[in-house]
């Protein structure tokens, strides 16, 4: 395993590939809870349209689409807020508006397809030293927003609590919101758009099955997002497969273990519990045979 | 001290005006309960009182002070509809110890689960410290929640229905043990509630609201004819008359 690491564009991948598990995972405890599984789609998809509008504007996509991706997260917060509509409805707006504004902005430019498609998909093995720095620099914000976790947990446990207890609930939305727009954007280099979710979702949802606590399920789920991505980016080297995909797939085989061993538990409590009635009711009729005095 | 003092508060929410005009004055130590119909602006009266909602004119004091500059440890809360996640990983310690932080703990110190272990005593449920909250029923849910207002030990408890899902045995020690508090801690108690008799019964005063304050005193005052028709509507409702017929109001 270890020769790999020799190779510098292994070694950059697989650093770049870890922050962005490790950012994905920690806020994706918050999506997973919070129910917003589909905002991670709707920016991916919303970084899209950052990104074609950055090939179109001949300038480096990614800093365009941190401020479109921001403001797309800003305004789906905003237009919840002040309307009836559920949070999935007005993500599912902003996701296909985002998106074909994307194909329209790539239509305007000519030989466009390459570039396009590598955000698509992600390139892992192409990632460059700034890429680096950018990812370090939004690991550097969500350790710095650390302080915040606790806040953000009561909240999502009970916003009404929160709220009386004087939390600032809408303030704080709207901040997860726009780290978690950020952290997007950096992983779509990563992972690609098409793959974001999962990186958000599953390791968070893997965990959840597994603990009785929300710290417990914070660090578990970084531990598979980092675990997952480092073998997943093994294997992929030795397999000849693509980087991005195989880290998922192994996300979902983690997932599946922590599904297996929920139904485990439960078949072996009820078992438990079976055995437990048959003895009672043994005793029950022992005594009705037997009975004293 | 005044526990709690309003003058001509008035809150709008959006169009429509949730509490007109209301002048009320609570002494330390007194058990109040507030009556009135769905929709007439209690629990929005406590969240006043939470600092939660600002007036929109009159004024409001809590221990002498704008509701936001008090000691958030002074005041518990018992919230009425229970907005939680059931699904959030969560103890009931865990839930208990949001009351003493008002955030939630990464790690829970020896402290805080000594301090969340003596509310939940208190309240009969040291046997549900470490169930997970999703696995509680909602009478168990209530304690939890009620041993969440008491971990500080307040001042003020302001309780919106707490009663709600509890049965009626575990509905007599609940208000015993809001009485043993009051009288130990020399503590101020708010309790909105549709239950005339638990207002009869355990409240020093009553108030009955229906966005403006129709009545304000003794049970057997506050819970007149003439109050009770123009909160609810109409005298003459089962629960009126059986309540003039047992507490002769």
């Known amino acids: 395993m270890f020769e790999v690491l020799a190779l510098p564009f292994m070694q950059r991948a697989l650093i770049a590939g870890l922050m962005v598990a490790f950012l994905a995972s920690y806020y994706g405890v918050f999506v997973v809870q919070r129910g917003l599984g589909f905002l991670g789609n709707g920016l991916a998809h919303a970084a899209f349209g950052g990104v074609a509008l950055g090939l179109l504007l001949g300038r480096e996509p990614l800093m365009i689409a941190v401020p479109f991706t921001v403001a797309v997260s800003i305004a789906i917060i905003w237009v919840r807020q002040r309307t009836i509509l559920a949070s999935d409805t007005v993500i599912g707006v902003f996701f296909a508006v985002s998106m074909a504004a994307g194909i329209i902005f790539l239509s305007l430019k000519k030989n466009y397809s390459a570039d396009a498609f590598s955000y698509l998909f992600g390139s892992i093995l192409a990632i460059t030293a700034t890429d680096l720095w950018v990812a370090g620099g939004v690991v550097v914000l969500a350790l710095l927003a650390q302080p915040l976790w606790g806040r953000w947990a009561y909240a999502t446990f009970d916003r009404e609590l929160a709220l009386t207890d004087r939390v600032p609930v809408l303030f704080d939305e709207y901040l997860l919101s726009v780290l978690l727009a950020v952290t997007v954007v950096v992983a779509v280099k990563v992972v690609g758009i098409v793959l974001i979710s999962a990186f958000l979702v599953i390791p968070a949802a893997a965990a959840r099955m597994v603990v009785r606590r929300f710290a417990t399920m914070t660090w578990l789920s970084i531990l598979f997002g980092m675990a997952s991505t480092a073998f997943g980016l093994w294997g992929s080297y030795l397999l000849d497969l693509p980087s991005g995909a195989t880290i998922v797939l192994l996300q979902a085989a983690i997932f599946l273990a922590c599904l297996l061993s929920v139904f485990a538990v439960n078949f072996a409590r009820r078992t438990q519990q079976g055995e437990a009635r048959q003895r009672s009711a043994a005793k029950a009729r022992g005594k009705e045979d037997h009975p004293a005095g | ?249």
């Open chain 2, 1 to 249: 001290m005044h526990a709690v003092h309003t003058h001509n508060l008035s809150l709008f929410l959006g169009e429509s005006e949730a509490l007109a005009n209301i002048s009320c004055c609570i002494q330390e130590g007194e058990f109040v309960a507030v009556l009135g119909p769905n929709g007439a602006g209690k629990s929005t009266f406590l969240k006043v009182l939470l600092g939660v909602l600002e007036p929109s004119a009159g004024t409001v004091r809590v221990f002498d002070q704008a509701p936001r500059q008090v000691d958030p440890g002074w005041i518990g809360y018992v919230p009425q509809a229970k907005t939680l996640d059931r699904n959030f990983p969560a103890l009931a310690t865990e839930l208990v110890i949001t009351g003493l932080h008002r955030t939630w703990v990464r790690r829970i110190r020896a402290t805080d689960r000594n301090a969340a272990l003596e509310a939940l005593e208190m309240v009969g449920a040291a046997h549900l410290a470490d169930r997970p909250v999703g696995a509680l029923s909602g009478g168990e849910l209530q304690r939890i929640y009620l041993a969440r207002s008491l971990v500080r030990k307040p001042r003020l408890i302001l309780l919106d229905e707490p009663a709600t899902g509890i049965d009626t045995v575990g509905e007599v020690d609940f208000y015993r043990l809001l009485e043993r508090y009051r009288t130990d801690q020399k503590a101020t108690i708010i309790l909105v509630t549709h239950d005339w008799e638990v207002a009869s019964h355990h409240a020093c005063r009553v108030m009955v609201l229906n966005h403006r304050l129709i009545g304000f005193g003794k049970p057997g005052e506050a819970m007149c004819e003439e109050c009770l028709e123009s909160a609810y509507g109409s005298k003459h409702h089962p629960s009126i008359v059986d309540l003039r017929g047992r507490h002769h109001v």
